[in-house]
Nanobody, 114 residues
Framework: VQIVESGGGLVQPGGSLRLSCAASGFTFRNYDMRWYRQAPGKERELVAGITSDGGNTNYADSVKGRFTISRDNAKNTVYLQMNSLKPEDTARYYC????????WGQGTQVTVSS
């Protein structure tokens, strides 16, 4: 099983990034997917989630209207489009697969700074 996040980097406030989470080794289409983030000295928090068929999504209040989660089951990939980024969005972003088993990726760093 592999879950690999990518797309992180350094961006100025107000900018955008698109994170990707590529999964392999399990039946991706049967798993709900979630993005979490963890800033230094803080607990890991849920950012966004999407059901296995992509029919339902949910977001943390802090990112509603700015972030969009989506998935492509044909590509075994989930995305997080992040717009209007703020310095407080700086964190390491993790992908989590939830189904019969639970899998985590290693994360990708997002830094929002001028």
């Amino acid at each position: 099983v592999q879950i690999v996040e990518s797309g992180g980097g350094l961006v100025q406030p107000g900018g955008s990034l698109r994170l990707s989470c590529a999964a392999s080794g399990f039946t991706f289409r049967n798993y709900d997917m979630r993005w979490y983030r963890q800033a230094p000295g803080k607990e890991r928090e849920l950012v966004a989630g999407i059901t296995s068929d992509g029919g339902n999504t949910n977001y943390a209040d802090s990112v509603k209207g700015r972030f969009t989660i989506s998935r492509d089951n044909a590509k075994n990939t989930v995305y997080l489009q992040m717009n209007s980024l703020k310095p407080e969005d700086t964190a390491r972003y993790y992908c989590r697969a939830i189904g019969i088993f639970v899998y985590w990726g290693q994360g990708t760093q997002v830094t929002v700074s001028s």
